[in-house]
């Protein structure tokens, strides 16, 4: 009996978010066939095997008229059961066209105000006829393989300088008078998460940071960060995919948060949000664009001293 996951996110974090509920599935049904539109999530659960297979769906998920080329994606699989996790009328149909006896959906039609985590929650406990389901599951990875990314006696902190876009993110300047403060307070070991297109950016905070104590992970394959992530004490920065991997490892984990709903932020007890001032975090969304200097580095400071 094979069983079918479809998450219809392209986000690496917005993918990790629904991992537990992967979980529970693979706990009822065994490892299960994952279907995301994200390209890199087989390599952040690389060591997972709650995951027979990761499949990168690029094609036929956008348009109406694709649900026959999608129904002829998924028939190809043998699927007995999947769940969909989107209320999306495409997929369903598509499944049924495929002859995928059991198909468990969001509620279609009902796509505004999806809360992410409660919509996944209320979806998996019910498909599932189980109750108390937790939003938030351990991180699988292997161990053995971190060695290698392990070094020194400093404590380390993983700065997620890098985001999904440019109104999350809380800018370099900033990340470097936070590295300058710590410095004055410790002996830390800075590791940059971003990727390529952030490079400029790291080697600019590297650069002002006169002591050897900090890293641009801008070039490592996203395969190898799970690793430096796992050997890191603590994550700082704006909301990435970081956050979602670190929390779920169980690691303190601060995310400041400018322009990402709470929902992204709302699921494990790691999480641990950073707002500006007189803001209203229930009001924070896609498109709020809060200014990055309304949350200074006192404040970061002050959400993480117990943590440090």
Not at 42 to 64: G, Q, R, T, W
């Amino acid at each position: 009996m094979k069983t079918g996951i479809f998450l219809s996110y392209k986000g690496i974090g917005a993918n990790l978010l629904h991992l537990s509920y992967c979980h529970q599935i693979a706990k009822k049904f065994g490892p299960v066939s994952l279907i995301t539109l994200c390209p890199n999530l087989n390599k952040v659960l690389i060591d997972d095997p709650n995951f027979s297979e990761i499949i990168y769906l690029d094609k036929f998920h956008k348009k109406f008229f694709d649900v026959f080329k999608l129904s002829i994606f998924l028939k190809k699989f043998n699927f007995e059961n999947i769940f969909i996790f989107y209320p999306s009328v495409r997929h369903y149909l598509s499944g049924k066209i495929a002859g995928i006896k059991n198909i468990y959906h969001y509620p279609l039609f009902k796509k505004k105000n999806l809360h992410l985590v409660e919509a996944a929650k209320n979806f998996t406990q019910k498909s599932l006829s189980i109750e108390n389901c937790p939003t938030e599951t351990n991180f699988i990875i292997d161990a053995s393989k971190a060695e290698k990314y392990k070094k020194n006696n400093q404590k380390k902190i993983m700065l997620g300088i890098s985001s999904s876009g440019p109104t999350t993110k809380w800018g370099y300047d900033n990340f470097t008078s936070l590295i300058k403060r710590l410095n004055k307070m410790n002996d830390y070991y800075f590791y940059l998460l971003c990727g390529p297109d952030d490079e400029v950016d790291a080697k600019k905070i590297i650069d002002q940071i006169k002591e050897k104590n900090c890293e641009s992970l801008a070039l490592k394959d996203i395969s190898e960060i799970i690793y430096y992530i796992y050997c890191s004490d603590i994550f700082i920065g704006n909301d990435s995919f970081g956050h979602h991997v670190s929390s779920q490892m169980n690691k303190p984990s601060f995310i400041i948060l400018l322009d990402t709903p709470k929902a992204y932020s709302d699921y494990s007890k790691n999480q641990n949000r950073i707002i500006p001032q007189n803001i209203d975090i229930n009001q924070i969304s896609h498109g709020s664009f809060l200014d990055p200097n309304s949350i200074t580095v006192d404040m970061v400071l002050d959400k993480i001293k117990n943590f440090i």
